[in-house]
């Protein structure tokens, strides 16, 4: 019995050896959530997290809960990302088939021998993409042409009055008053006009110096800008070192200061500014394709901003000549997520407080995104808005409050047209280079931003169980060069990506 026992005992310890021996060779592997949560402890402990705020938020679409999160109900400036509440409430508010529209009228009367006596008005819609070179059809030669040919056959050939545009469908503050002076001055810091060209872009064409150090000359601008004047303190820099002039100017202001370098070696090199009033612009331009075309106009072109401060008489007993509509908002809003075009998002945001209170101004659009998160039961304390685009370093938001703002769009009949917008990892936008080869490829969809110290992402992925997740992350302040920080985030979205 002893021996039996002592065989058995023998056996059983043999046994307990070798599955040892087994489990320690193959040990249980860690689930993908608890990778996604040890990586947000190493971050935690990061270096180049020590000073800084930081928030990241996954939510799960099936039960609507928070998978994983940290610093969830933080308030941070979010950059960019702010431009995925901006469209996906402006798909709602206005509706994917919305377009834009630009009226040509006239006022007076038209005599036998055709002339105008009385004026021509551009009447704005608030249409941010007119003279863009985005879209198939809202080439200003094309569009400008096609009004001169309607203007022709209603009899007019001489203008005795001018060419008035009329941007009164939004307010005169052109850009957010929260913006730094270094970005107004700029082609991402255009803001919204109610009447808006080119989307309110000018090129300035430089030529390098000989050395590092020599004045870099102005070759030319494009378009030509009636009464700008630039100051130019542009130096060459080193070969390859990329657009660094910063423009600075306020709008209605004609004066431009340039600062900075242009690389070493360049000719006929484009920095964009922005048009210091973008609807003067309008008329002048239209003004000089109509006497290109031999109709004259005796008096200079006018906008009903000045004639209002001037007290002059605007005539609204007008007739109208022609309508152009804009691309449909599913087409806008592809486009200004996937380019993040910080203007396109300035127009759509002061067009929704013009549809709900009737004020295209920045402060309606702002409480119309507001009044829609509630309506989505987004608990908005702590969130503030000061733009539509992100520009604003007083943004703020939470990444609960952003990953559960997608969560909830997700019901809204603007939805589909949202999501096609997002850059896609591996193929489009700002994440076109990422992902390749992993499960985020093709798969997932975000929106990035990115301010001096602020890098931010915000979309969806769809797991291994076939479930959509949210997630927004959302970095401020961060030691580090931004390269390095955008690393950090992209290995923190590749493991949402391999969620279970």
């Not at 006596?117 to 569009?143: C, M, W």
């Not at 920045?362 to 733009?387: P, R, Y």
Request: with cysteine; aromatic share 10%; net charge positive.
């Amino acid at each position: 019995m002893t021996k039996i026992l002592m065989k058995n005992s023998f056996l059983t310890t043999l046994l307990i050896f070798f599955f040892a021996c087994a489990h320690s060779q193959n040990p249980t592997p860690i689930s993908a959530l608890t990778n996604l949560k040890n990586n947000i402890n190493l971050l935690k402990k990061d270096k180049a997290l020590k000073h800084a705020s930081w928030s990241v938020c996954v939510m799960s679409s099936k039960t609507g809960k928070i998978i994983a999160e940290y610093n969830s109900e933080m308030a941070l400036t979010p950059a960019s990302t702010m431009k995925v509440i901006t469209t996906a409430t402006a798909l709602s508010i206005l509706g994917s088939n919305f377009k834009f529209k630009t009226q040509l009228e006239y006022s007076g009367n038209i005599d036998s021998l055709g002339t105008l006596h009385g004026n021509l008005y551009i009447k704005g819609g608030g249409d941010p993409t007119f003279g863009s070179d985005r879209f198939a059809n809202t080439n200003a030669e094309v569009i400008l042409s096609d009004w001169i040919v309607k203007i022709k056959s209603i009899g007019i050939k001489k203008i005795e009055g001018k060419i008035i545009a009329d941007a009164a469908i939004f307010d005169n503050q052109f850009v957010s008053p929260d913006w730094t002076w270094e970005d107004i001055g700029n082609y991402y810091g255009t803001g919204a006009c109610g009447l808006s060209i080119f989307e309110n872009q000018y090129h300035i064409y430089f030529k390098a110096g000989k050395n590092i150090g020599d004045t870099a000359t102005i070759e030319s601008i494009y378009p030509e800008i009636p009464y700008l004047q630039l100051i130019n303190n542009v130096k060459t820099g080193k070969a390859n070192s990329g657009d660094n002039v910063i423009i600075y100017g306020s709008p209605f202001s004609n004066i431009r200061i340039l600062d900075g370098t242009v690389p070493l070696g360049k000719s006929n090199y484009s920095v964009e500014g922005s048009i210091p009033d973008p609807s003067f612009f309008f008329a002048y331009y239209f003004n000089k394709k109509l006497s290109e075309n031999g109709i004259s106009i005796s008096q200079l072109p006018e906008t009903v901003r000045n004639m209002k401060l001037d007290k002059k008489f605007i005539d609204t007993s007008r007739v109208l000549i022609s309508t152009y509509f804009s691309p449909n908002l599913e087409s806008i809003v592809y486009h200004t997520n996937l380019k993040s075009v910080n203007t396109f998002a300035e127009h759509l945001l002061k067009m929704m407080g013009v549809k709900k209170a009737q004020e295209g101004s920045f402060d309606a659009g702002t409480k119309v995104v507001e009044d829609f998160l509630a309506s989505k039961k987004i608990d908005i304390a702590g969130f503030s808005m000061n733009d539509g685009s992100g520009l604003s370093p007083l943004d703020k938001v939470t990444t609960k409050q952003m990953a559960g703002f997608l969560l909830q769009f997700m019901n809204d009949a603007g939805y589909d047209a949202f999501y096609k917008s997002l850059p896609i990892a591996g193929k489009s936008g700002s994440i076109a280079s990422l992902f390749k080869g992993t499960v985020a490829e093709n798969n997932l969809r975000a929106k990035s931003g990115y301010l001096s110290g602020v890098r931010s992402y915000a979309g969806y992925v769809t797991n291994k169980s076939k479930e959509v997740l949210t997630f927004s992350i959302i970095v401020n302040n961060y030691d580090c060069k931004p390269l390095e920080m955008k690393t950090k985030l992209e290995q923190l979205m590749l493991l949402i990506a391999e969620l279970d």
